[in-house]
T-cell receptor, first 115, second 117 residues
Framework: EAGVAQSPRYKIIEKRQSVAFWCNPI?????LYWYQQILGQGPKLLIQ????????DSQLPKDRFSAERLKGVDSTLKIQPAKLEDSAVYLC?????????????FGPGTRLTVL | AQTVTQSQPEMSVQEAETVTLSCTYD???????LFWYKQPPSRQMILVIR??????QNATENRFSVNFQKAAKSFSLKISDSQLGDTAMYFC??????????????FGKGTLLTVNP
């Protein structure tokens, strides 16, 4: 079974530029999560989708971050404009359903460096 | 809001020995889940073990076991017969049982475990 796919794996941009990350969850997984992992810290949830609807985006900086999950499968996370403090690894995870017993499977992440 | 604290930024252990990683959490919830995740240098996060708060029996997965103390809000991970492949960052995580659709993980800052040959 294929795992969670993410691209690109690495991205370097200048501040104030825009960037987009892509995630393809495990086939059949209804729930998709985007986490931000700043160096030296644990991942922090940015947004959770259930199919193509948003469940939780309370920690998403909506003035610069946006995310969508059209058709309830792939998802994209966009930052516009980027700031230095956005340098982090962006992790996508998916689970079969939204429940505590459904394991969240993580992708390899996209490492973003903002100069 | 829930918080997860891992007080050991780094630990090391000799191959074949046993090591225990500490985790405490703060919550007013009664129903929740606790997890230990492993993040090897390649950075793909992998679930190690899960504990449901309503279960008094400590979870075990092969060489990995937990010591869950609900009253003390403590959730430590014991790795027996440590192997070189256990070298990784280990994250303790909390998940509230919301009863709805919101099942986000709240992570601690992690403990970097190095297994020495």
């Amino acid at each position: 079974e294929a795992g969670v796919a993410q691209s690109p794996r690495y991205k370097i941009i200048e501040k104030r530029q825009s960037v987009a990350f892509w995630c393809n969850p495990i086939s059949g997984h209804a729930t998709l999560y985007w986490y931000q992992q700043i160096l030296g810290q644990g991942p922090k949830l940015l947004i959770q989708f259930q199919n193509n609807g948003v469940v939780d985006d309370s920690q998403l900086p909506k003035d610069r971050f946006s995310a969508e999950r059209l058709k309830g499968v792939d998802s994209t996370l966009k930052i516009q404009p980027a700031k230095l403090e956005d340098s982090a690894v962006y992790l996508c995870a998916s689970s079969l359903e939204a429940s505590g017993s459904a394991e969240q499977f993580f992708g390899p992440g996209t490492r973003l460096t903002v100069l | 809001a829930q918080t997860v604290t891992q007080s050991q930024p780094e630990m090391s252990v000799q191959e074949a020995e046993t090591v225990t990683l500490s985790c405490t959490y703060d919550t007013s919830e009664n129903n929740y889940y606790l997890f230990w995740y492993k993040q090897p240098p390649s950075r793909q996060m992998i679930l190690v073990i899960r504990q449901e708060a309503y279960k008094q029996q400590n979870a075990t997965e092969n060489r990995f076991s937990v010591n869950f103390q609900k009253a003390a809000k403590s959730f430590s991970l014991k790795i027996s017969d440590s192997q070189l492949g256990d070298t990784a960052m280990y994250f303790c995580a909390f998940m509230r049982d919301s009863g709805g659709s919101n099942y986000k993980l709240t992570f601690g800052k992690g403990t970097l475990l190095t297994v020495n040959p």
